[in-house]
């Protein structure tokens, strides 16, 4: 068995960067796969009946894990009830007619079995157009898979809960080695909802780099984050823009 130490995960610094350059869609996904550690099964396979959004209670989502038949709990952070919420609206005004909240924008659901029996790859390609994204800003940025996210969670609630509390947040069968334990007692979901609202204080640079409004349409950009961030810095001191786009290195109509 590995150690954790040995398992790719990301770092706060890293997080940071992705919700910062991941559009609305790409956001949510990474929302869920750290506040629920999900991987791309389980957040393919978000129903609406799985949703719970409250405007003055605790919202979270409860489900059965599929693969392993145990309940699932798990408390929402505000941006990602949020971001729930902009995924339901999305999906009205597609005018689909489905169970899932999130679809693609051809109308399927993101996690699906093509005619050959493979796994649909929206979701990794999904992941693999942000790792682009901030890759062409970013050379060095580590390229890691969607469902490190799962383990990243799951490595930051282990560091503040501890083991049986991991296992909980990953819907694991057994959350103790104790099977006796396991008949008898309940989950400990109430400190699993503690320490998740912990780890939202912890990872609360991470919400903030996604702006003041994280679920408004944005355009295309096809010059980078940081391009765009120079030419606002620069048009902020008064500059010509034939100057800066001397500078940049675009055309005075991209400034």
Not at 13 to 35: D, S, V
Not at 216 to 238: F, H
Request: glycine content about 6%; overall charge positive.
């Amino acid at each position: 068995m590995h150690e954790s130490a040995d398992t790719p995960v990301w770092t706060i610094a890293q997080l940071k960067i992705l919700n910062e350059y991941a559009l609305p869609i790409e956001r949510i996904f990474l929302l869920l796969g750290l506040n629920c550690s999900y991987g791309a099964d389980q957040a393919g396979r978000l129903r609406l009946s799985h949703l719970h959004l409250s405007d003055s209670k605790t919202s979270y989502i409860r489900r059965v894990r599929r693969k392993k038949k145990t309940r699932s709990v798990h408390l929402l952070w505000k941006q990602t009830t949020e971001g729930l919420r902009w995924g339901v609206k999305r999906r009205e005004r597609q005018g689909i007619d489905s169970e899932f909240v999130l679809m693609t924008d051809t109308g399927r659901p993101y996690w699906s079995k093509t005619k050959g029996g493979n796994r649909s790859q929206a979701i990794p390609n999904l992941w693999n157009r942000l790792s682009d994204r901030v890759q062409r800003d970013h050379p060095d940025f580590p390229r890691l898979p969607f469902n490190s996210l799962r383990d990243t969670s799951a490595n930051f609630v282990r560091r503040i809960g501890g083991g049986e509390t991991a296992s909980l947040h990953l819907a694991h069968k057994h959350q103790s080695t104790d099977d006796d334990l396991n008949c008898y007692t309940n989950p400990v979901r109430k400190k699993h909802f503690k320490v998740l609202r912990r780890l939202e204080q912890k990872l609360q640079a991470v919400f903030n780099a996604a702006g003041s409004e994280p679920w408004a349409d944005q355009s295309k950009n096809y010059i980078g984050r940081a391009k765009i961030k120079e030419i606002i810095q620069l048009r902020s001191q008064a500059i010509k823009i034939a100057e800066i786009a001397r500078k940049i290195g675009v055309s005075t109509t991209t400034i």
